[in-house]
């Protein structure tokens, strides 16, 4: 827990930064606040916390990092408290609340100006890698489903997801994206010095 600092669960997939040695997460919950971002200095105790203000209980499983920016992923499946207790299922597939990719700045002091795109309706497990473009589009790139788990069934194994990319802009606030392969795969990875960076192979 990082010296008690950690008061919430952490991620699955912490990113460490190859320039810097920190250590970043995010938090995600059932109750407010329902996301929060946490960087973890390279003494292993010092650790910064940041709220997202986000109005629903999404599930993350992962999130990117580049040098400038956290990628993050507010997508469409939810924590239904309500529904485990009556289905024993805490997940609830929600494709008309919308799905969307958001971009913090990692120097800013809160997250008063993250930055939303929306994107296809979709839920996103695993992600390769994020870095920034010549033009200055921050690039995700990640394994998409169309959807997960329509019928409450979290037993049902889904297709796996096919190998995607957001290009998402903060000058013209616009999302581009694109098929890679249409191969199914899931929970790839890059070499974790190119973290943030720019990537030749999966």
């Not at 309706?121 to 473009?133: G, K, L, R, S």
Request: charged share 25%; glycine share 8%; hydrophobic share 40%.
């Amino acid at each position: 827990d990082f010296g008690g600092a950690l008061r919430r669960p952490m991620s699955a997939h912490p990113k460490i930064d190859p320039a810097t040695g920190e250590l970043c997460f995010v938090s995600y919950f059932f109750f407010p606040p329902y996301l929060t971002y946490h960087v973890v200095a390279p003494d292993g105790v010092s650790m910064r916390t940041v709220e997202i203000p986000v109005e629903r209980p999404a599930m993350m499983h992962d999130f990117q990092l580049t040098p400038r920016h956290v990628v993050l992923m507010d997508l469409q499946m939810l924590f239904d408290l309500d529904r485990m207790q009556t289905t024993g299922t805490p997940f609830r597939w929600t494709p008309e609340v919308g799905a969307r990719i958001g971009l913090l700045r990692r120097d800013a002091p809160d997250a008063s100006d993250v930055r939303w795109f929306d994107v296809d309706t979709c839920f996103v497990f695993h992600t390769f890698n994020a870095y920034e473009d010549t033009e200055g589009a921050v690039v995700l790139e990640g394994c998409r489903m169309p959807s997960i788990w329509e019928r409450g069934d979290i037993d049902h194994i889904p297709e796996p997801g096919v190998p995607w990319r957001w290009s998402l802009s903060p000058d013209t606030g616009l999302c581009v994206e694109s098929q890679l392969d249409d191969r199914g795969a899931d929970f790839t990875a890059i070499d974790g010095r190119r973290q943030g960076l720019e990537h030749r192979h999966n």
